[in-house]
Nanobody, 115 residues
Framework: QVRLVESGGGLVQPGGSLRLSCTAS????????MSWYRQAPGKARESVAT???????TYKDSVKGRFTMSRDNAKTSVYLQMNNLKPEDTAVYYC?????????WGQGTQVTVSS
């Protein structure tokens, strides 16, 4: 079992940057496929970025070229570097871990992009 804690959210102006962090407690972190999801008010939760246990990343089309996901297995952490943020990126961002049939969610961190 793994517990996930996100940090790094906040208020930023359009065009600005934020770096989200997600730290996992528990064993076997390097085996997990890790993802960042987001949920805007009144909308469904959606996948933003995923990194496999081998380090391969995939991104939602609307964030490609602006967001970069990475992982540090030694620190049992994943990160989401978000650049050139837009108002439509405003949402609660959640960290997610998956291994076989097991999955776990963090509590979320708010990102607000507004002038």
């Amino acid at each position: 079992q793994v517990r996930l804690v996100e940090s790094g959210g906040g208020l930023v102006q359009p065009g600005g940057s934020l770096r989200l962090s997600c730290t996992a407690s528990g064993s076997g972190f390097s085996r997990y496929i890790m993802s960042w999801y987001r949920q805007a008010p009144g909308k469904a939760r959606e996948s933003v970025a995923t990194i496999t246990d081998g380090g391969t990343t995939t991104y939602k089309d609307s964030v490609k070229g602006r967001f970069t996901m990475s992982r540090d297995n030694a620190k049992t952490s994943v990160y989401l570097q978000m650049n050139n943020l837009k108002p439509e990126d405003t949402a609660v961002y959640y960290c997610h871990a998956r291994y076989l049939a097991y999955n776990s969610w963090g509590q979320g961190t708010q990102v607000t992009v507004s002038s």
